[in-house]
């Protein structure tokens, strides 16, 4: 079991472009939750998907940010045309049910120059 | 109100001391409380998890009591260790109703000889 991977592990990207994370979920787990963490503000709950269906994007930023969850193997946070302050490290976990354990991913570490 | 709730922002104790990490939560349904740990550069890892009222639940020399009556999580260790400085996160599953998740905002544990 490789647990949850995230791609790329670091991304930089300049002010303007699109950044696209990528998470892998463990294997059998319904429940996939993306998470952003800064020195400032801590850890924020950004979404979470269950059975591969959006259940809670309250902590999206409602412009420029989107997650999908076209399979259940994958999911992907999408940025559109970053800003500095979206940099921060992005976490992926998942779990086999919304009240169990997370498991989480290494994180991507996006700095937006 | 925030549904989970760490009082503390940052701890810091000399090594033996006792500690107590205050969690407190507010849900309508019965609820899943989890503390996390997370270490320098690394992802959280779950640390303890309990929906039993009134039953302690231990890890690692760390323990945790869930009082449904007081809505309340707390996280204690009667010796800490220089190892044990990290963030601590409290969260909050919910049973039922929109099975939301909720994170605290952290507690930094620093331990110092």
């Known amino acids: 079991n490789a647990g949850v991977i995230q791609t790329p592990r670091h991304k930089v990207t300049g002010k303007g472009q699109e950044a696209t994370l990528w998470c892998e979920p463990i294997s059998g787990h319904s429940a996939v939750f993306w998470y952003r963490q800064t020195i400032v503000q801590g850890l924020e709950f950004l979404t979470y998907?269950?059975?591969?269906?959006?259940?809670?994007d309250s902590g999206m930023p409602k412009e420029r940010f989107s997650a999908q969850m076209p399979n259940q193997s994958h999911s992907t946070l999408k940025i559109q045309s970053t800003q500095p302050q979206d940099s921060a490290v992005y976490l992926c976990?998942?779990?086999?049910?919304?009240?169990?354990?997370?498991?989480f991913g290494p994180g991507t570490r996006l700095t937006v120059l | 109100g925030d549904s989970v709730t760490q009082t503390e922002g940052l701890v810091t104790l000399t090594k033996g001391l006792p500690v107590m990490l205050n969690c407190t939560y507010q849900t309508t349904y019965s609820p899943f409380l989890f503390w996390y740990v997370q270490h320098l550069n690394e992802a959280p890892k779950l640390l303890l998890k309990s929906s039993t009222d009134n039953k302690r639940t231990e890890h690692q020399g760390f323990y945790a009591t869930l009082h449904k009556s007081s809505s309340s999580f707390h996280l204690q260790k009667s010796s800490v260790q220089l190892s044990d400085s990290a963030l601590y996160f409290c969260?909050?599953?919910?049973?039922?109703?929109?099975?939301?998740?909720?994170f605290g905002k952290g507690t930094s544990l620093t331990v110092i000889p």
């Open positions: 969260a909050l599953s919910e049973s039922a109703g929109y099975q939301n998740f909720y």
């Open positions: 976990a998942s779990s086999w049910d919304i009240y169990a354990e997370q498991f």
């Open positions: 998907f269950r059975n591969q269906a959006p259940i809670d």
